[in-house]
Structure formats: C-alpha cells, structure tokens
C-alpha cells in the first residue's frame, strides 16, 4: 500500500524553475529516508538529492548544488525538489522514492519508487 506519485514536470527553459512533488500515501514519510532520482534517455538512473528525517540532505553530485533543494511538508505528507536555472542537461525522468527500513545507511537503498515525471529543458 506504500504509494509515491510525482508530479510537476513538464517542458521549461534554460534558466527557469520547476518544482516537482511528490505525494506519499501508505505512510508518513518524515520518520524516512526520501530521495529524488532522475534518468536521461540511454543513461543510467542518478541520484539528484537526499533528505533524511533528522533533516540532513545529500547530493548526489555537484550538478544540482546552488540550484535544486529538497523539502518536506508533513501535514500534507509530500516532498518537493525545488529546481531553479534549469539546464539542457536536467531533461530526464524525475523519481521520488523511499527507505523504509529507517536503517542506515542513509539516502544508499531504496525500498519504494514512484512512476516518475517528465522534465524537459529545452528552447
């Protein structure tokens, strides 16, 4: 019953934002770990951003720093992945997924993910 929906994406510009949610039903995500995810065409699947329930946050790479944030809204049970100066290289498909093991390590292995959205930055 554990259930993450995305949603947000979408076509964009070089240099805007987007900020992309994440709805999660079957439990309540700020006792997890919630990460966000994303995977171009041909490419593997990479890791964008880490939250964990203490609050800490991870990035993956040096690509989203100074521009993505993630947050968390516990009464509406839902996660964001703030995107500001989008880039070509953003475009991919973007995942929110879950570690429901509240073991560490942290923001490592993913339990449950969602369907993913679509992001697009192009002219």
């Known amino acids: 019953q554990v259930q993450l929906v995305e949603s947000g994406g979408g076509l964009v510009q070089p240099g805007g934002s987007l900020t992309l949610s994440c709805a999660a039903s079957?439990?309540?995500?700020?006792?997890?770990?919630i990460g966000w995810f994303r995977q171009a065409p041909g490419k593997k699947r990479e890791g964008v951003l880490c939250?964990?329930?203490?609050?800490?946050?991870?990035y993956y790479g040096d690509s989203a720093k100074g521009r993505f944030t993630i947050s968390i809204d516990n009464v509406k049970n839902m996660v964001y992945l703030q995107m500001n100066n989008l880039r070509p290289e953003d475009t991919a498909e973007y995942y929110c997924?879950?570690?429901?093991?509240?073991?560490?390590?942290?923001?490592?292995?993913?339990?449950?993910w969602g369907q993913g959205t679509q992001v697009t930055v192009s002219s």
């Open positions: 997924a879950t570690d429901l093991s509240a073991q560490p390590p942290y923001c490592s292995l993913f339990d449950y």
């Open positions: 939250i964990t329930r203490s609050g800490s946050k991870t």
């Open positions: 079957g439990f309540t995500l700020d006792y997890y770990t």
